[in-house]
């Protein structure tokens, strides 16, 4: 595997938008010919060698190249976008839609990431050191279609709206969560090793969310059906098992019910 | 304005009979000529085909539905937006583009007039805003009529004067070029929680039914003699077993004739025809009735028809059926809009993914072609997506591929995840007609422009017409290498002409042209009667005045082209 390492040197006064920083995009390109790329600023386009310096150099495909930012691009958004294949290390926090619509690939963020990350995930994985934003792998801003496979894992904490509209995959969260997880899923798995506050699984059609912590206020829309003992990571423990939300259109399958499931750590 | 010479294409010309003969065409003034100067610009088309500009009959382009599409679905736009280019502002958009993106595309596929088809007249100035603001092709709109309460009235009385001095009024008010009807009657049983899904259905209050509508509407257009005809959306759309319902509302044409000075033929335009031709019971046995539709219509020849083509896209559902939206909604579970319009009619808006894999929209893929190619006059059929809600119009060139192309349609079926299913329930497959460049210039642009009652002014190359041009990268005298060719080249025309100014040069835009809106200006005699009603209706129930309802004015219509009718005799 060849590796690029683009360092920001001249930070934009603006936000960034960087949609080409994936290994797709750099693949089988020489560092100038990746300096060539292009970016915008507000409403100008131009390249991405005006902001980062690049070294090193792209495999011949997406799988075989990795990609390392270096130095602050905490306003440049899209970097990760539809990635497909390779890997993407972010050594610092980034803006928004990081890894949106990424369908494969392993993308690393050492530090924070703002909103909208893994927007309409597909595959591959993504792992967050810090915190993430609101709508961590929510659809698009009117869409009905999120994060639809692939695995995300937050080792600090996230916003709200977390899988709005999730259809599949699963997105673990050893921190805390904020309002609104998994809001008109219809699939998929959300799992909040801390707390949650309320309005977990609103208008939920199907799907999973387990916590391990508190949750401030529980749905009126979840019934209590007893309780369930479950293995997650390699740790059995008891949790109280709710299905819902009965207040919404629900599937079927060989004429029985499917509802959603949230565990709630005894 | 200069003079061009359009010289050595094969010219395909249904006005004039011309099937591909290499002819030149001339332009003087934004008008077809027989001869310019020595000094007129040359464009060389040898080798490509020339028609004349395409004329688009129905589609919803402009107006409140279509802006809740896009006010409501940005996830359309997303990785659509094309930045400012010479003349061409940003424009983005698939199913739903936005005004400016409506005009280029249209023009760079060769179309230089398109018809809004359903213009709520309560908001008619918002129609003609958007119109305003479409740049290049010239554009009208039809008013809605069949479930508006004038009209409930006074054709529950029978009173066919009344009615034709209210539609005058409205056309005058609002604008409009002709007399639309949605789901007539169905869309105000809506308001009451009901539909009407056969034509003899009573509208609650009303107590008028969908026959008695489609008739009076029928007998008032002709009364007036309109340069269209009654333009219907007839009832119970979408559902299996449909076409009943439709050949119910073809045969209230029986015995009636088109009295008009504009060379109109027909009395009646049936739109998105595929919508309505469905057979079986549910979706399960859902099958095509193409053939018992086109029967008909092939014999009526005072019946015009075009085919609301499925392109197999996502897309988004529009129309003034208010009740079949919330039917859509309940199926595919996506987001449903509704907007009721006081006293006239309503709109729902709903997203709808028209995949292969699903054997109830390969069928529907399936019956639209069917009606193009068992047509056996193809200046009474033309080709539309009922944009955007079969497909979006970009998709013109794609139907034309497959109308054109029997190994495209191949392809086509044994793409599909049930292909059985389209075998056996349509009879796609036993269909091996392909529709000649001649015959797409018939249904694309002769026809309508007939049909519409424009025939002496567009939809053809006639000396005195005007001078909507269009050019086709496409060799008619070399044999098709691939499918895909017919549909690049009617994509991207490689010259357009838009009354006599070349608004497209290599597929780009060159130019935003001077378009124009076409409006009909019917006078009538005086009829106090109706005068009354209309101000009485705006006193006791519309929540806006008479003032601050008619579209008048340079705001709304800077470029007004008037097509005026006499019915005072």
Redesign the interface.
Known sequence: METVTITMKNPPQLYLEADNVTPDKFAGKSASQIAELHVYEGNTTSTLGKYFEVAGSAGATAADTKIVVKGDVSKVKYLGMKMSAGELVIEGSADQYVGAWMSGGKLLVKGNVDAFAATGMKGGELTIEGNAGNYLGAAYRGDWRGMSGGKILVKGNAGSDVGMYMLGGEIVVNGNIDVHVMTHAEGGKVIIKGNAKSKLGGQLVDGTIIVFGTIDVMMPGYKPVGEAELEIDGVKAKFAHFIGDTGERKKKRKGQVIYGNLYKKL | MSEFIIKNGHVFDPTQGIKGDKKDIAIKDGKIVDKVSGSAKTIDAKGKTVMAGAVEIHAHVAGPKVNVGRI?????K?FTYM?KKGSQRMAGGFSIPTTFKTGYEYAKMGYTTAMEAAMPPLFSRHVHEEIRDTPIIDEGAYPVFGNNWFVLDYLKNDEIENTAAYIAWLLRATKGYAVKSVNPGGTEAWAWGLNCLSIHDPVPYFDITPAEITKGLMKANEFLGLPHSLHIHPNNLGNPGNYETTLDTLRLTEGMKAKNKFGREQVLHLTHTQFHSYGGTNWGDFESKAKEIMDFVNKAKNVTIDTGNVTLDETTTMTADGPFEHHLTELN???WANVDVELETAAGVVPYIYSPNISVCAIQWAIGLELGLMAKDPMRCYITTDHPNAGPFTRYPRVIKWLMSAKAREAQINAFKHKDKVVNQTSIAGIDRELSLYEIAQMTRAGPAKSLGLSSMIGGLKPGMDADVVVYNFNPDKPVAKPDDIEAAFQRAACVFKSGVQVVADGEIVSNGNKRTIWVDAKTKENPQVMRDIQEKFLKFYSMTQANYESIGHHFIPNPYAIEVDARS
């Open positions: 409501y679905r940005p996830e359309d997303l930045p579970h996506l987001k």
